[in-house]
């Protein structure tokens, strides 16, 4: 009898373990996932850096410490640039930063956090192009660009250009080297780290900037909750010198 009651306490005992093990209860202190999507090949904004795990990159520094100073855990993926605003929409993802101009067309389909970066568009050539000195002599000629930029929409304006999209900044790069296209348009601080990290390219800049244009961080109309709080966030970054130590970490000092 006693023994058959011990059974009985010690299964209890193990019932209570297994159930008390279970993930039912949630610490009140685990801060929320913040899910990022960005495409990590537009360097120095992000991109995979030889023999290191995390993205690297001025973004990629920016938006983990925004969402430590919002109290998330920031979980970054890689997407395709062109799939960044379908996946905030269908709320596959909560932010996505990736050197993205505010343009009124997005600002129709998502929100922007306040502008983080000035940034424009420019046009790169071979070194021995001296054919090419602005837009206006891109007509008629083959530009390479990134699917779904914004120097998509500008190419797409040029007279009888012949517009060639690529995946990836990567792609259009080695284009215009291999001579398939006369001209890439590109954003131009990645267009100015490509040039400087690969002095043996070929490739040069040229003409004045196409637009000027600011980056946000966007987020779906729906969670206006995250773009307040990384709003907030950005101003305080900004007010206790940390978003200064980033952009001097990779664009140098700050002409202000
Ligand atoms: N600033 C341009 C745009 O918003 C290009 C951004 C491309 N970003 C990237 N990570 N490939 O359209």
Known sequence: MKKRLAIIIALLMLVLAVA???????????PKVLKVGTNPDFAPFEFQEKDKKEFSGFDMDLIRA????AGYD??????AFDGLLPAL???NIDV??????ITPARAEKVLFSDPYYKSGLSIIVKNDNNAVKSVKDLEGKKIAVQIGTSSAMAAKKIANATVREFNTVSDIFVELRNGGVDAAINDLPVNQYYIKQMPNSGLKITGDLLAAEDYGIAFAKSNSEAQKKINAAMA???KNGEYDKIYEKWFGKQIK
């Open 20 to 30: 008390g093990c279970g993930g039912g209860e949630k610490k009140a202190d685990a």
């Open 66 to 69: 925004l969402g430590k100073q």
């Open 74 to 79: 920031v979980q970054i993926n890689s997407l």
């Open 89 to 91: 929409m269908s709320n």
């Open 96 to 101: 996505a930063i990736s050197g993205m101009t």
């Open 236 to 238: 305080e970054l900004k």
